[in-house]
């Protein structure tokens, strides 16, 4: 139940910080990032560690990134992660939290380990 409710704190906490609505999937996403640190994630890691599929984790990658959707020019990224090539993984996309991402977590983390 604790756990649950640390999921809930962090995502209300998400929501006001961004000022837009959050799902759980782009907590859990935010979460393996940060503890996964600057080495980051690959698009395909991520999708399988959230339990989405590939073109969601696109999508959401899109919301939480700098650059928001290159398909809906009016949905901007929230600039919480970057995405970038990884010349030593082949086709591979590799995202990773960027300094304004690695400030609201390490927020959101004090917050939780209070409660």
């Known amino acids: 139940m604790k756990t649950i409710y640390k999921l809930l704190k962090i995502t209300k906490e998400l929501q006001k910080a961004t000022k837009k609505q959050v799902e ?16 980051g994630l690959a698009m395909n890691e991520i999708a399988k ?11 959401m990658v899109a919301v939480l990134s700098t650059n928001g959707s ?15 090539y990884d010349y030593n993984r082949p086709r591979s996309n590799i995202v990773r939290l960027t300094t304004k991402g690695i400030k609201l977590m390490d927020k959101l983390i004090d917050i939780i380990e209070k409660v």
């Open 24 to 39: 759980a999937t782009q907590v859990t996403a935010l979460i393996e990032l940060y503890k996964i640190g600057p080495e």
């Open 70 to 84: 290159k398909l809906n020019t009016s949905m901007e990224g929230w600039g919480l992660v970057e995405v970038f």
């Open 49 to 59: 560690l959230v339990g989405v599929s590939g073109a969601a984790s696109g999508r």
